[in-house]
Structure formats: C-alpha cells, structure tokens
C-alpha cells in the first residue's frame, strides 16, 4: 500500500517488511515477487521459499509486481 523505502531490522522476514509498507494491494501478484541482493542476480521468492519466511539482509530489495486481472 505504501512503496519506498523503510529502514528494518536485519534478519526481517519479507512478509514482517510488507507489514511495514501496508500490506499489498489487491492487484498484487505475490507469486512474482522479486529480491534484489547485493552481488546477486534478483532472485525470485519462489526459489527461496515463501514470503512468508523468505529473510532479507542489509541492503536487500524486493519488487511485488502488479496482477492484471
């Protein structure tokens, strides 16, 4: 709901950050999610695990795409 950039703890999950942005938006495709890791290709949540428990580092980014439904 609220994209930038938000200063968090290290070790924070990715759902506990977009708790911290607002939440989704209802066009948000969670399946998609991307993350941006210093010295590393974007990697995609799916490949990780899930949002849920993905966890981000210092410096990390992620990018939740829009659902065109």
Same mark, same amino acid.
């Given at each position: 709901?609220?994209?930038? &950039?938000? =200063?968090? @703890?290290? #070790?924070?999950?990715? %759902?506990?950050? %977009?708790?911290? !942005?607002? #939440?989704? /938006? @209802? ?9 941006? +890791? /210093?010295?590393? &290709?974007?990697? !995609? $949540?799916? =490949?990780?695990?899930?949002? &849920? ?9 992620? $990018? $939740?795409?829009?659902?065109? +439904?």
């Amino acid at each position: 709901m609220k994209p930038g &950039e938000y =200063e968090v @703890e290290n #070790g924070i999950t990715l %759902l506990a950050v %977009l708790a911290v !942005a607002g #939440g989704p /938006t @209802e066009y948000a495709d969670l399946k998609s999610i991307k993350i941006s +890791r /210093t010295g590393q &290709e974007d990697q !995609a $949540v799916a =490949e990780m695990s899930t949002f &849920e428990d993905a966890i981000l580092s210092d410096g990390d980014g992620y $990018v $939740v795409a829009q659902s065109f +439904r």
